[in-house]
């Protein structure tokens, strides 16, 4: 049995995202958790007071890693096309973390702490200085980054569930529509 001090912070997050990889959002418990890691359950409160505080640093974690993949990805790119690649990134980025971007999201809009917001603005300040090369309006760049998140979120969550599988159109295809519609900043 794995005693406590062999137990880290990262081990039971990388512990948690496979688990909830290989279940859903919600199967990271505790338990579920212990049993992975061989300890008991009591060893995780030294370092997560409770679901929602594990909840938080797997979040503070996803962005981390999303932070990580757009500056590897859209290095390079500037206006509209670094824009459109960071949509891009964070779109197939979300979709092959389905899982753990649905417990994001679902920790988002419950949290009030800070560290979200943070991770949200400094999200929000990576695609403005890509939108800041051909929009110098703040309500025009605050619209597009609305519209650029509404928009992963929508194609995540609605491909991630298999409503967007339709012979009609690709799902690339359409998202790629939609962001062009959001950057048309002469319609704004």
Known sequence: MTQKRDLSEDKIIQASIEIITDGNYDSATFKSIAEKLDCKTQALYFYFKNRDDLN????????????DKIKTECLGYSGKAGIIQVA????????????LS???????EISKDETIGDETLHLRMMMNTFI????????????ITRGIRSLVIGEVVNEGIGWFHNPLIK????FEINLNKILDVKNL
């Open 56 to 67: 938080l640093a797997l979040t503070k974690y996803y962005f981390d890693k999303l932070d």
């Open 171 to 174: 799902n690339t295809d359409s």
């Open 88 to 99: 891009k990134v964070m779109r197939k980025f979300g979709l092959n973390n389905l899982s």
């Open 132 to 143: 800041e090369k051909f929009v110098t309006d703040d309500k025009v760049k605050m619209t």
């Open 102 to 108: 649905l417990l994001v999201l679902k920790t988002a």
